[in-house]
C-alpha cells in the first residue's frame, strides 16, 4: 500500500479528533464560566436545552477514543442539534454562533464517519 494513500486516513482522523477536543474544551470552559451561572439564578431558560445536546457532542468526541462510529454519529447529531436549537431560539441572526457551536462537531463526525 501506498504511504501517501495510508496516511491520509490518519492524518484526517486525528486532526478531526483535535478539532473536537479543543472545541470541547472551549466549550465546557466557557459553559463553567458563564453558563452555570445563568442556570443557578435562573436567566436563561433555554440554556440546559442547549447545554444538554452540547454535552451529547462532547460525549461523542471522546467515545470516538473507544467506538468512532458511535462517537461520530453522536458528535454529528449533536452538532447538528444545536445549529437547529441556536437557529430555532435566535433565527438567523444566531449564524455566526451556528457555526461556532456546531461546524466543529459537523465536520469532526462526518469526518469519523467517511475515513475508515
Known sequence: MN???SSLPTFL????WTI????????LVDTIKGGIPYL?????????????F???AIA???L?????????IMMLLGGLILVIVLYLLGGSAQFGMMVIYG??????????????
Request: with cysteine; proline share 2%.
Open 103 to 116: 461546524l466543529p462537531y459537523i465536520f469532526s463526525g462526518a469526518v469519523f464517519l467517511a475515513v475508515k
Open 60 to 62: 461523542g468526541c471522546l
Open 13 to 16: 482522523h486525528w486532526f478531526s
Open 3 to 5: 504511504d501517501k494513500t
Open 20 to 27: 473536537s477536543v479543543i472545541a470541547s474544551v472551549f466549550f
Open 54 to 56: 452540547l454535552f451529547v
Open 64 to 72: 470516538t477514543f473507544f467506538k468512532r462510529k458511535a462517537g461520530a
Open 40 to 52: 443557578l439564578v435562573g436567566k436563561e431558560k433555554y440554556a440546559i436545552v442547549f447545554l444538554s
